[in-house]
C-alpha cells in the first residue's frame, strides 16, 4: 500500500476551508496524472481517505495495490509526487513527470500559503518502511510562473512517447515525454492534424519544430511540430550479437572501459 499525509500548516481557526479543499482535490488530480505517466497500461489509481484529523487541517490517503498496479507502481507514483513538489520549491529546474497542467495544480495549492497559513506538507509513507516528505510555500507558485517562461526559441527535436491528447485548449496538444529530461513537453497542432496525432499515441516519436525552452534550457513545448515516427532502439547487446567476435576475449563491460572510458 502506499499512504500519503497531507497538511496545512497554520493556526487553528486561520485555515479556510476551501485552503484544505484545493489542495486535497488538486494533489489527487496531479496523483492521476502521474500514474498515467508513469504505470505502463495509463492505468487509473484511486486514492481513499484514511483518516481526518480534526485537531488540525489534515487528510491521510490510501491507495492499494490491484492487478494492474503493484506495489512498485504505487510506490513510483507517490514518490514522484512529493519528488516534483520539492524540487518546484527548490526552484532550480522543473521536475520530472509533472505535466503543464499537474504545474498549474500546484500553483492553485501554493498560492493560498500566505500570513498565518504559511505552507502544504506532504509525507509518503510505503510498504517496507520508505518515507519521504516536503514542505512547500507560496514560493512554489512563483518558480513555476518563473521556471515555464519562455526564455530562448531555436529549430530542434524532442525524441520519446507521445501521451495524452488534450482537445480542451484553445488548440488541441498533446504532451512528449522526453526522454532525455523524463518531462512531458507541449506540442500545439490544427485539427487536421488531429488524425496523424491519434496515430502516433503511445509510439516512440521524433517531433520537430521550433522548440522553447526555459532559462535552464529545458524544452516547455515545440511550435508547429512536424511528427516523425522512430524504430525501437535495439539493445546494445544485439548488435553485439551481430560479430560476436568483435571484442576478442573481452567483456562487453571490459570493452566499453577500455574503448569508450
Partial sequence: MARLDLKIEGPPGTIAASVLATALANSVSILRDLASAITPRKAQVTWFVEYLRTDSARVGLLSKPRA??????????????????????????????????????????????????????????????????????????????????????????????????????????????????????????????????????????????MVVRNAKGQPIRVENPELASLAEVRALTELVGLDPGFMGDQTLSEYMDEHVG
Fill in 68 to 209: 494492474d498496479v503493484g506495489e512498485a507502481d504505487l510506490g513510483r507514483i507517490t514518490l514522484a509526487y512529493v519528488d516534483g513538489l520539492r524540487v518546484i520549491e527548490e526552484g532550480n529546474v522543473l521536475p520530472e513527470y509533472l505535466s503543464e497542467t499537474s504545474l498549474d495544480r500546484v500553483k492553485k495549492i501554493t498560492r493560498p500559503l500566505v500570513g498565518p497559513v504559511s505552507a502544504f506538507s506532504a509525507t509518503a509513507d510505503l510498504d517496507g518502511g520508505t518515507t519521504a516528505s516536503v514542505t512547500v510555500t507560496h514560493k512554489a507558485a512563483d518558480n513555476v510562473v518563473r521556471l515555464m517562461r519562455p526564455e530562448s526559441r531555436g529549430l530542434g527535436s524532442v525524441t520519446g512517447r507521445l501521451e495524452a491528447v488534450n482537445l480542451h485548449w484553445t488548440r488541441p496538444k498533446f504532451n512528449i515525454y522526453d526522454e532525455l529530461t523524463r518531462r512531458p513537453v507541449s506540442g500545439y497542432f490544427d485539427q487536421s492534424s488531429l488524425e496523424a496525432v491519434r496515430e502516433a499515441l503511445g509510439k516512440r516519436m521524433r517531433v520537430s519544430g
